[in-house]
């Protein structure tokens, strides 16, 4: 079963945040974890990191190794205006998505920048200290066209709670149309996100600012054989890393230093083919290679 949420319903949903939007999705639920962290899972499967789907922004895979797979929805880099639509599969159809599609797969399609031709700029206030601001730059060529992105998003999360979050994210995407049958689609991004985490009066977990940060770039090329086969080859590279250290007194004078810093970094190649068979029939063929690795 797929569900798909376009660009109207998006809009229309008043939605700050990508996660809000599961809620129009049959069968998910979405709540907040410690610290105001959203966790989107299909039928309340899932532990505190949003485990066992697997999430595409724009073919790329979104999971963080250090969460066990897990998605952080706080570090997406992309503004809700600049996503064209929103693909939610669910149901055993998922586990042709490989690992981590257990329970659904979503697929998150941007717009190229011959869609976001000119400029966008945009700013929300709010209760509880929401400070939104996002701003787009696109431009069409005979040849293509490119988007440059940039914003940020802050609140200060729940009453009597220490959940201030500040996210700043930037995100460049173009298109090139090589030749007749050949396009090159090179997309690279980074964002920065300071959520506050810790309980009040804990000495074992005291309150605290977490900084967690994250870079891509994501290489495309796909090639037109005919009108019904297509192949592309696809690489792509993340790299994630947070810092949150602090310390725990033991005595009045020593204690321990506490650091759950860790970094994370993802290489993935992939090769796909279409071919029609018939009016009705499409075939779908691939390889694809991945590698992890964590230090923690």
Same mark, same amino acid.
């Given at each position: 079963?797929?569900?798909?949420?376009?660009?109207?319903?998006?809009?229309?949903?008043?939605?700050?945040?990508?996660?809000?939007?599961?809620?129009?999705?049959?069968?998910?639920?979405?709540?907040?974890?410690?610290?105001?962290?959203?966790?989107?899972?299909?039928?309340?499967?899932?532990?505190?990191?949003?485990?066992?789907?697997?999430?595409?922004?724009?073919?790329?895979?979104?999971?963080?190794?250090?969460?066990?797979?897990?998605?952080?929805?706080?570090?997406?880099?992309?503004?809700?205006?600049?996503?064209?639509?929103?693909?939610?599969?669910?149901?055993?159809?998922?586990?042709?998505?490989?690992?981590?599609?257990?329970?659904?797969?979503?697929?998150?399609?941007?717009?190229?920048?011959?869609?976001?031709?000119?400029?966008?700029?945009?700013?929300?206030?709010?209760?509880?200290?929401?400070?939104?601001?996002?701003?787009?730059?696109?431009?069409?060529?005979?040849?293509?066209?490119?988007?440059?992105? !940039?914003?940020?998003?802050?609140?200060?999360?729940?009453?009597?709670?220490?959940?201030?979050?500040?996210?700043?994210?930037?995100?460049?995407?173009?298109?090139?149309?090589?030749?007749?049958?050949?396009?090159?689609?090179?997309?690279?991004?980074?964002?920065?996100?300071?959520?506050?985490?810790?309980?009040?009066?804990?000495?074992?977990?005291?309150?605290? +600012?977490?900084? +967690?940060?994250?870079?891509?770039?994501?290489?495309?090329?796909?090639?037109?054989?005919?009108?019904?086969?297509?192949?592309?080859?696809?690489?792509?590279?993340?790299?994630?890393?947070?810092?949150?250290?602090?310390?725990?007194?033991?005595?009045?004078?020593?204690?321990?230093?506490?650091?759950?810093?860790?970094?994370?970094?993802?290489?993935?190649?992939?090769?796909?083919?279409?071919?029609?068979?018939?009016?009705?029939?499409? !075939?779908?063929?691939?390889?694809?290679?991945?590698?992890?690795?964590?230090?923690?």
């Amino acid at each position: 079963v797929t569900t798909v949420l376009d660009r109207e319903m998006i809009r229309a949903s008043g939605a700050r945040d990508l996660v809000e939007l599961f809620r129009l999705v049959p069968g998910f639920v979405v709540g907040y974890a410690n610290a105001g962290k959203p966790v989107a899972a299909y039928h309340g499967l899932s532990g505190q990191f949003s485990q066992r789907m697997q999430v595409l922004l724009d073919g790329r895979s979104l999971y963080a190794p250090y969460l066990f797979g897990g998605i952080d929805w706080n570090t997406l880099p992309v503004n809700l205006d600049d996503i064209e639509r929103v693909e939610v599969l669910r149901g055993s159809n998922s586990a042709s998505y490989g690992a981590n599609a257990l329970l659904g797969m979503v697929n998150i399609i941007t717009r190229n920048g011959s869609q976001s031709a000119g400029g966008y700029v945009s700013s929300t206030v709010g209760n509880a200290g929401v400070r939104d601001v996002a701003a787009r730059l696109g431009r069409q060529t005979n040849r293509g066209g490119w988007r440059i992105s !940039a914003g940020q998003r802050s609140d200060t999360g729940l009453e009597n709670r220490f959940d201030d979050r500040k996210l700043g994210y930037f995100n460049l995407q173009g298109e090139l149309q090589a030749s007749e049958h050949d396009e090159l689609m090179l997309s690279i991004g980074a964002n920065k996100n300071e959520p506050g985490i810790g309980v009040p009066r804990n000495a074992s977990d005291p309150e605290r +600012t977490e900084t +967690t940060r994250s870079a891509f770039a994501q290489l495309r090329w796909r090639r037109s054989l005919a009108a019904d086969h297509e192949i592309s080859l696809s690489y792509s590279r993340t790299g994630d890393n947070g810092e949150d250290r602090f310390f725990i007194p033991v005595t009045s004078s020593d204690g321990l230093w506490i650091d759950y810093g860790r970094q994370a970094l993802r290489d993935h190649l992939e090769y796909q083919q279409y071919l029609g068979l018939t009016d009705d029939l499409r !075939a779908a063929m691939g390889v694809e290679y991945s590698r992890d690795s964590i230090t923690a």
